[in-house]
């Protein structure tokens, strides 16, 4: 009862919500993350790990994700992002689960996932689903406020 009451009181000082926009551009190149060898990884926005997304509750996230990956390995193209531990209700074709509850975004494509912040404050993630690239890299923190 008390989360369905938070949820609520948030939605009701929406007055305060915003729609919060950021651009994921995924792509491969060299890494080395423990200073060992370098290998090909995955970067988003140029850089080995994504950048941090934050929102409130009741904010409305608005996210291009672009991919740049050609045929990164095992013949793989395309990737998809998963943000792990939101209730996609009303959108779970944005789920990000490739090949189950959306088509992967296929090298050179762009696709936008917008959602409305419904998760209590607290830290989650977000990461690929498809192949390996959340062990390559494809993956960052999300932040609830």
Not at 138 to 145: K, M, R, Y
Request: with cysteine; proline share 6%.
């Amino acid at each position: 009862m008390s989360r369905i009451f938070w949820f609520l009181a948030t939605l009701l000082s929406c007055g305060l919500c915003k729609t919060r926009e950021y651009n994921l551009t995924v792509t491969s190149g060299l890494v080395s993350p423990d200073s060992g060898p370098e290998r090909i990884g995955i970067l988003i926005n140029g850089k080995l790990g994504g950048p941090e997304i934050t929102a409130e509750p009741g904010d409305t996230l608005k996210i291009n994700i672009t991919s740049g990956l050609m045929e990164y390995t095992d013949g793989f193209s395309e990737m998809s992002i998963h943000w792990h531990g939101f209730d996609m209700k009303g959108v779970p074709f944005l789920d990000g689960t490739g090949y189950m509850s959306q088509c992967p975004i296929e090298e050179n494509e762009s696709m936008i996932v917008e959602f409305v912040v419904k998760e209590e404050p607290g830290t989650y993630m977000y990461h690929s689903h498809t192949s390996v690239l959340v062990a390559d890299g494809l993956a960052g923190p999300l932040v609830i406020q």
